[in-house]
T-cell receptor, first 113, second 115 residues
Framework: DTEVTQTPKHLVMGMTNKKSLKCEQH?????MYWYKQKAKKPPELMFV???????INESVPSRFSPECPNSSLLNLHLHALQPEDSALYLC????????????FGEGSRLTVL | AQSVTQPDIHITVSEGASLELRCNYS??????LFWYVQSPGQGLQLLLK??????LVQGIKGFEAEFKRSQSSFNLRKPSVHWSDAAEYFC?????????????FGQGTRLTINP
């Protein structure tokens, strides 16, 4: 199984809502990532978890809250978002230690009204 | 600062023609370089990667790339494109932060294929 599965594929939320994006992989990877991709732009790194511990936070606003409950799951909790947070959110996984391939999910397309 | 530049925002080629997508990097040490492809509404798929050794790297779907240190380039090539190659292509450098991969992507090149 070489898949990274993201749910939901599409999400529409108001600025006062609380929602979560979920990501799952069963490749035994111990590094998991959240990227944000705006239209016609490259992906930008948000968070990295390595062995279930947050190792990189790219100065992301606190309205985005990541969580890694176990080695297969990665969540992104969303609260009080702004319309400019509308984007494609991509999850990826890899083996820690670098030099390997990142496996990306198909993304969750978020629209904030 | 480490960065990746893709000079061409959009390229159009005819089906069956050859293709070269340009990528230039700025990095102090020997870079780990990647090419990813993204079809509309999809995630990213790795085409090929360079870490060390042979400077001509073979990838999936008939793509290859050549690392040229003297030119700080890692251009992607394909001898004959197919309509299914239409997609967005991203060059990336891995900054390797705290044992985790930290990919920095170029702005991307959108490839259109004429029938």
């Amino acid at each position: 199984d070489t898949e990274v599965t993201q749910t939901p594929k599409h999400l529409v939320m108001g600025m006062t809502n609380k929602k979560s994006l979920k990501c799952e992989q069963h490749m035994g990877h111990r590094a998991m990532y959240w990227y944000k991709q705006k239209a016609k732009k490259p992906p930008e790194l948000m968070f990295v978890y390595s062995y279930e511990k947050l190792s990189i936070n790219e100065s992301v606003p606190s309205r985005f809250s990541p969580e890694c409950p176990n080695s297969s799951l990665l969540n992104l909790h969303l609260h009080a978002l702004q319309p400019e947070d509308s984007a494609l959110y991509l999850c990826a996984s890899s083996q820690p230690g670098g030099t390997g391939e990142l496996f990306f999910g198909e993304g969750s397309r978020l629209t904030v009204l | 600062a480490q960065s990746v530049t893709q000079p061409d925002i959009h390229i159009t080629v005819s089906e069956g023609a050859s293709l070269e997508l340009r990528c230039n990097y700025s990095y102090g040490a020997t870079p780990y370089l990647f090419w990813y492809v993204q079809s509309p509404g999809q995630g990213l798929q790795l085409l090929l990667k360079y870490f060390s050794g042979d400077t001509l790297v073979q990838g999936i779907k008939g793509f290859e790339a050549e690392f040229k240190r003297s030119q700080s380039s890692f251009n992607l090539r394909k001898p004959s494109v197919h309509w299914s190659d239409a997609a967005e292509y991203f060059c990336a450098v891995d900054l390797l932060d705290q044992g985790a991969q930290k990919l920095v992507f170029g702005q991307g090149t959108r490839l259109t294929i004429n029938p």
